[in-house]
């Protein structure tokens, strides 16, 4: 390999090396629920007309009614106040159903990537991006 080679592989490493930070701005998202419906349904798929409904935070009743002929139940959460902490009861002639809205087994899957982590990961794709481009300079100069 010559002079002139040798200078442009260190020339192309402190390039690679020496890139800064790259910022944009990132979009999010959030959502605010103004009513919460419930379907009641036997087993069958009929509707649970009727049936008793209560609404449970922090294990004391929150809200309660009854469902209507299509088996709905409609209720406004207070604002600030999170359905994933609520747990809903249906009961009917000898029927019961409990729903609980849990996130604790997403977590895992829901987390972002360590800042740490990412760089690292940037590293390390940029150093075999190098050591890709030194041995195709190296075996060209065979």
Do not use: W
Not at 20 to 25: D, P, Y
Not at 74 to 93: A, W, Y
Request: charged content about 25%; aromatic content about 6%.
């Amino acid at each position: 390999m010559n002079q002139c080679e040798k200078l442009l592989v260190v020339l192309a490493l402190a390039l690679l090396l020496s890139a800064g930070t790259s910022t944009a701005h990132r979009m999010l998202i959030g959502y605010q629920i103004k009513e919460v419906q419930l379907n009641t349904i036997y087993d069958d798929g009929t509707p649970a007309q009727g049936a008793e409904i209560e609404v449970y935070k922090d294990g004391e009743l929150y809200a309660e009614g009854v469902a209507d002929s299509k088996g709905t139940f409609i209720f406004e959460p207070k604002r600030g106040d999170k359905i994933e902490d609520m747990t809903f009861v249906s009961s009917s002639v000898g029927h019961r159903a409990e729903l609980s809205l849990s996130q604790e087994g997403d977590d895992a899957t829901s987390e972002e990537i360590p800042l740490p982590m990412k760089a690292a990961a940037g590293l390390g794709y940029l150093l075999g991006i190098a050591g890709i481009s030194m041995l195709y300079v190296s075996r060209k100069g065979r």
